[in-house]
């Protein structure tokens, strides 16, 4: 398919754009085949670009027709008076991905509904190969540049440093042992391909269990996987017992830390899946702390921006509708269970096992935030990348279902919920609490939430590596890394306060602790002029020590 195909108009001039904090302006739109663009000439200047939006970015479409009974009581009339009728009008509200409200306001109908059309077919592309990643060309850049900046192999070397207990395994090279991991895994070294293959059988998708996080100060591991498949009859499985025993050293006991409630643990079982028996792992505790996912998080969203949307109420009413949306509660409970897994490995030296269901979301977001609790090294800017590529990218996060929808999408896809923006602001709060110990700002996160809804770039697309493998990402798409990693993208995402910060920073969950993360929920809302003056002082400021 050709996407010039799916544009009816390809431009329309005199078309008003007006988004909230800035005038409106009027201008020619231009429709590519990945971009909205809107060109206003200001007085006495050449062409001036006013708005380019990636046309994934968009989530919603709401078009409005204006003078339409005059448009209709035309309608006996011949077909060539009827489009010359200059009575109708039209406008577009399209609501973002990235949470931006934009009005084009069109001088007739026929433009206004083709240019919607369009942008409808555009924005909701399923063929990954059509999006915009596969055909960004910046010029001077090398396809190849920022893929292989965080690997498995440079992980696993300081561990191999430490102890010998632990070896890469290629068992998953060729995808068949489970779809959703990378082909190299970090196992115990006691245990055998051919039992991991048994073990994998015995776990829901194949994820069994593998290496998350070492501990270097004592040595204590953190493992995660997916839910066993015990059934109702209780099934069990050696080599998966045998591997969890492995990682325990003699007496040593063990967390199994559930992200279900008993209740959905107990019903998972009647469906197949189910928890690990207390009889058949005797030296693991297990500890059910419930994290919402799927729906209940993505209804939760939708109210947190309903509320945020709304004019003209009272500080009353918006609090109530903040409470209700229940957001930041969920944000509480994640930093809870991380805190809860940081502190088994630190303070009772303990290791700790992470699942939930499927193992590729609320787990990840407990096993990502327990290592930036635990480890300086992850609360700088390279060292969180490379967390959020092995794991979440490499570690099998369903990017392209979890983000194919945002917040204002009338029309719900039942994968869809914002995991990875949760797990953005839980960091974003810690931040908060510890202004002085991150290398990177908020900035840094808003754009990596940004590019994993919409971006020119192939770090987020598709659901786990052997499609990203099938799609060929490496060879035909450039990397977000490469770009953020560039010393003129790398100081607009630094801290400029940042003191590395060697101790583990426990952050405190009570709920009057929670904030709204207005620089990111509101941002297209408030002024954020008195911000960026007074980040441009401390830079100042800090440039002059340091000269």
Same mark, same amino acid.
């Not at 078009?63 to 009008?89: A, D, I």
């Not at 990502?368 to 092995?390: C, K, M, N, W």
């Not at 840094?444 to 099938?470: D, M, P, V, W």
């Given at each position: 398919?050709?996407?010039?195909?799916?544009?009816?108009?390809?431009?329309?001039?005199?078309?008003?754009?007006?988004?909230?904090?800035?005038?409106?302006?009027?201008?020619?739109?231009?429709?590519?085949?990945?971009?909205?663009?809107?060109?206003?000439?200001?007085?006495?200047?050449?062409?001036?670009?006013?708005?380019?939006?990636?046309?994934?970015?968009?989530?919603?479409?709401?078009?409005?027709?204006?003078?339409?009974?005059?448009?209709?009581?035309?309608?006996?009339?011949?077909?060539?008076?009827?489009?010359?009728?200059?009575?109708?009008?039209?406008?577009?509200?399209?609501?973002?991905?990235?949470?931006?409200?934009?009005?084009? +306001?069109?001088?007739?109908?026929?433009?206004?509904?083709?240019?919607?059309?369009?942008?409808? %077919?555009?924005?909701?592309?399923?063929?990954?190969?059509?999006?915009?990643?596969?055909?960004?060309?910046?010029?001077?850049?090398?396809?190849?540049?920022?893929?292989?900046?965080?690997?498995?192999?440079?992980?696993? $070397?300081?561990?191999?440093?430490?102890?010998?207990?632990?070896?890469?395994?290629?068992?998953?090279?060729?995808?068949?042992?489970?779809? =959703?991991?990378?082909?190299?895994?970090?196992?115990?070294?006691?245990?055998?391909?051919?039992?991991?293959?048994?073990?994998?059988?015995?776990?829901?998708?194949?994820?069994?269990?593998?290496? =998350?996080?070492?501990?270097?100060?004592?040595?204590?591991?953190?493992?995660?996987?997916?839910?066993?498949?015990?059934?109702?009859?209780?099934?069990?499985?050696?080599?998966?017992?045998?591997?969890?025993?492995?990682?325990?050293?003699?007496?040593?006991?063990?967390?199994?830390?559930?992200?279900?409630?008993?209740?959905?643990?107990?019903?998972?079982?009647?469906?197949?899946?189910?928890?690990?028996?207390?009889?058949?792992?005797?030296?693991?505790?297990?500890?059910?702390?419930?994290?919402?996912?799927?729906?209940?998080?993505?209804?939760?969203?939708?109210?947190?921006?309903?509320?945020?949307?709304?004019?003209?109420?009272?500080?009353?009413?918006?609090?109530?509708?903040?409470?209700? =949306?229940?957001?930041?509660?969920?944000?509480? +409970?994640?930093?809870?269970?991380?805190?809860?897994?940081?502190?088994?490995?630190?303070?009772?030296?303990?290791?700790?096992?992470?699942?939930?269901?499927?193992?590729?979301?609320?787990?990840?977001?407990?096993?990502?935030?327990?290592?930036?609790?635990?480890?300086? +090294?992850? @609360?700088?800017?390279?060292?969180?990348?490379?967390?959020?590529?092995?794991?979440?990218?490499? %570690?099998?996060?369903?990017?392209?279902?979890?983000?194919?929808?945002?917040?204002?999408?009338?029309?719900?896809?039942?994968?869809?919920?914002?995991?990875?923006?949760?797990?953005?602001?839980?960091?974003?709060?810690?931040?908060?609490?510890?202004?002085?110990?991150?290398?990177?700002?908020?900035?840094?996160?808003? =754009?990596?939430?940004?590019?994993?809804?919409?971006?020119?770039?192939?770090?987020?697309?598709?659901?786990?590596?052997?499609? @990203? &493998?099938? &799609? %060929?990402?490496?060879?035909?798409?450039?990397?977000?890394?490469?770009?953020?990693?560039?010393?003129?993208? @790398?100081?607009?995402?630094?801290?400029?306060?940042?003191? @590395?910060?060697?101790?583990?920073?426990?952050?405190?969950?009570?709920?009057?602790?929670?904030?709204?993360?207005?620089?990111?929920?509101? $941002?297209?809302?408030?002024?954020?002029?008195?911000?960026?003056? %007074?980040?441009?002082?401390?830079?100042?400021?800090?440039?002059?020590?340091?000269?």
């Amino acid at each position: 398919m050709e996407l010039s195909e799916l544009i009816k108009t390809t431009q329309v001039d005199n078309v008003l754009l007006s988004r909230p904090l800035v005038p409106p302006v009027k201008g020619t739109l231009c429709i590519t085949s990945h971009h909205l663009l809107l060109s206003a000439q200001a007085e006495g200047e050449k062409d001036s670009l006013e708005l380019w939006l990636l046309h994934r970015n968009v989530d919603t479409v709401e078009k409005s027709v204006q003078n339409l009974g005059l448009y209709h009581s035309n309608r006996t009339k011949s077909f060539q008076q009827e489009t010359r009728f200059p009575s109708s009008s039209g406008t577009i509200t399209l609501k973002c991905k990235d949470l931006q409200m934009i009005r084009l +306001d069109f001088p007739g109908m026929e433009e206004c509904l083709d240019v919607a059309n369009s942008i409808e %077919a555009l924005s909701s592309l399923e063929s990954v190969m059509l999006m915009y990643p596969f055909y960004f060309r910046p010029e001077g850049w090398k396809l190849e540049e920022g893929w292989d900046f965080y690997s498995l192999e440079d992980y696993y $070397q300081p561990i191999t440093a430490d102890t010998d207990a632990w070896r890469l395994s290629t068992v998953n090279k060729d995808f068949t042992v489970s779809p =959703s991991y990378p082909p190299l895994l970090i196992v115990p070294k006691a245990i055998d391909d051919e039992s991991l293959k048994a073990n994998a059988n015995f776990r829901h998708g194949g994820r069994f269990p593998v290496l =998350s996080y070492y501990h270097k100060k004592n040595g204590m591991v953190m493992l995660r996987s997916s839910q066993p498949m015990i059934g109702p009859n209780g099934k069990r499985c050696k080599e998966d017992e045998i591997l969890l025993s492995a990682v325990l050293d003699g007496g040593e006991r063990g967390y199994i830390i559930d992200t279900r409630s008993p209740q959905a643990a107990k019903q998972a079982r009647m469906k197949g899946g189910g928890t690990e028996t207390k009889a058949n792992y005797p030296y693991w505790k297990r500890l059910h702390r419930p994290l919402e996912r799927g729906r209940s998080l993505q209804e939760s969203f939708i109210k947190l921006m309903e509320a945020c949307n709304e004019q003209s109420q009272n500080m009353d009413r918006w609090l109530g509708k903040l409470e209700a =949306s229940k957001w930041l509660s969920h944000v509480k +409970d994640s930093l809870s269970t991380a805190c809860l897994a940081a502190q088994c490995l630190e303070r009772e030296e303990a290791c700790v096992l992470v699942h939930g269901s499927e193992g590729t979301d609320t787990t990840l977001i407990v096993t990502a935030l327990a290592q930036v609790i635990l480890d300086p +090294d992850y @609360r700088t800017i390279s060292g969180f990348q490379a967390l959020i590529e092995r794991e979440w990218i490499q %570690a099998g996060h369903p990017f392209q279902l979890r983000c194919s929808r945002a917040a204002y999408s009338h029309s719900r896809v039942k994968h869809e919920a914002p995991i990875f923006l949760l797990f953005m602001d839980c960091c974003w709060q810690l931040g908060r609490q510890f202004p002085f110990s991150m290398e990177f700002n908020e900035h840094f996160l808003s =754009s990596l939430i940004q590019n994993a809804y919409a971006s020119e770039y192939g770090t987020f697309l598709c659901n786990n590596e052997k499609e @990203r &493998c099938l &799609c %060929a990402l490496k060879e035909k798409t450039h990397s977000l890394w490469c770009r953020m990693n560039h010393p003129s993208e @790398r100081r607009k995402f630094l801290n400029p306060l940042y003191e @590395r910060n060697t101790l583990v920073i426990w952050p405190s969950v009570e709920p009057q602790s929670m904030q709204l993360w207005t620089g990111f929920f509101l $941002q297209w809302m408030i002024p954020t002029d008195h911000i960026t003056r %007074a980040q441009a002082e401390i830079w100042r400021l800090v440039d002059l020590t340091v000269a």
